[in-house]
C-alpha cells in the first residue's frame, strides 16, 4: 500500500513546493538529528534535510574524500558537489553537527562551496559542563539565525514550533505504536517509505497530518484477516544501528520473510523524544537534543536502555545491527549492543556491515536467511 508510488507522489509535491518558495523563503539544510529544527523555524527559516541515502553521487565524492570513508558522509558530499541534491540547491546556508570525525572533515571541504555552521557538540550527555557549553551552542545558533533572517526568536516563537514539532513527533510514535500489537500491522519499508516522504515537508501541520493519515489507512488492516494471518507467522526484527539511509538492508530482511517491527534509528525511534512544554523552551531544546543517544556520545548507555524497551514494547524475536563501512561509533558501539541483547535479553543478534553498493546483495541475503532459519527453530 505504501509503496514506491505513494512515497513518489508525496516527495514530488514537496519538492515542488520547496522549490516553489523561490526567493521568499530562508532555506537552511540540515544533516542531522542533533540540529534543533525547532531554533531554525522560530526564525522563519525552512529546515529541509539533506539527501544522503544513494550511491550514484559517490565516485564523484571520492574524488576530494577517501574510498574507505561512510557512504552516508561520501553520498552526502556527492549530492551536493554535483548539485544533484534539489534541496540542497535551495539551501542559503546549512547548519551541521560536529559528530563523528569523517563528518567533520567533510563539512571542511564543504564549506567551499556552501556556507556552514557547525554545532559543536559536546562528546557526552551526563554531565553539567556539556549541558551548559550545549546551550552556548544554540544561544550561537539562535543569534545567528536572527542576524541571517532579520527576525527575531522570541520564546513565544520558540513555544510555538516546539508544539508543532512535538505534534508530529507524537504522530509518528502512534504509527510505529502499530507494531506494538501482537501481530504487528506495517513493515519497516512501508515505515520507511512513509517517514522517509514526509520529512522534507518544511509545513509541520501537513506533514502530521499525512503521518495521521497513514495510521487511519494502516488501521484498515485490522479487519484484512488474510495480511493478518500472514504476518503472524512473520520473526519480528529490530533494525538497529547507523541510520537506515539506504534500504538494501532493510528490503533483504523483509524479503527473507521477516518484518522489521521497529527501527532504533535517526527518525526512528532514537529521535521522537518529546521537547518539554512547561520549561524554558531553549533548555527544553538542549535536554531533549543532547539526550540522542547516538554512538558519538561516550559513553552511550541510554542506547542500551532505549534498546530494552524497544525489545520489550514490540515483543522483538531478534535484532540486526546494520553498520556503514568505516563507521567506526557504530561499529566498536557493536560489541556492547550485541552483549546486551544475547546476554541480557536471550535474544539472537547479527551484524551486517555493508554500504551503498549492490554486489555484497547475495552474500547478506545469505547470512540473513540463515539466521531467520535459526530463528525459526526457537520458535516452533
Ligand atoms: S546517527 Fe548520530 S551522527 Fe548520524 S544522523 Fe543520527 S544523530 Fe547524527
Ligand atoms: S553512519 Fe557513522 S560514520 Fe557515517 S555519518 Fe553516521 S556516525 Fe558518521
Redesign the pocket.
Known sequence: MFDKIYKEKIENRILKDVMGLGEKAYIVGVY?AFTPKEIIASAGAIPVPLCAGNNKPIPEAEAHLPSN?????KS?YGYAITDTCPYFHSTSFIVADA?????KKMFELLKKIKPIHVLSLPQTSETKESFNYWMLELFKLKNLLEEKTGNKITDESLSKQIKLYNNYRKALNSLFSLNKENIPLLYGREIDAITGAVTFDYNMEKRTQDIKLAISKVKERMNDFKFLENMKQKPRILLTG??T?NKKVLDIIEDSGAVVVAMENCGGLKTINLVDENINPMKALAEKYLKIP???MTPNTERLNLITNIINDYKIDAVVEL??H??????IESYFVSEHVTNKHKKPYLKVVTDYMENDKEQIKTRVEAFLEILKFNFN
Do not use: E, M, R, V
Open positions: 542531522c570513508l561512510c557512504p552516508l558522509i552526502s559528530t563523528c570525525d569523517g563528518k547507523c541510520p539511509t547516538c554512538a558519538c553498520i556503514w568505516a563507521c567506526h561509533t557504530y561499529n
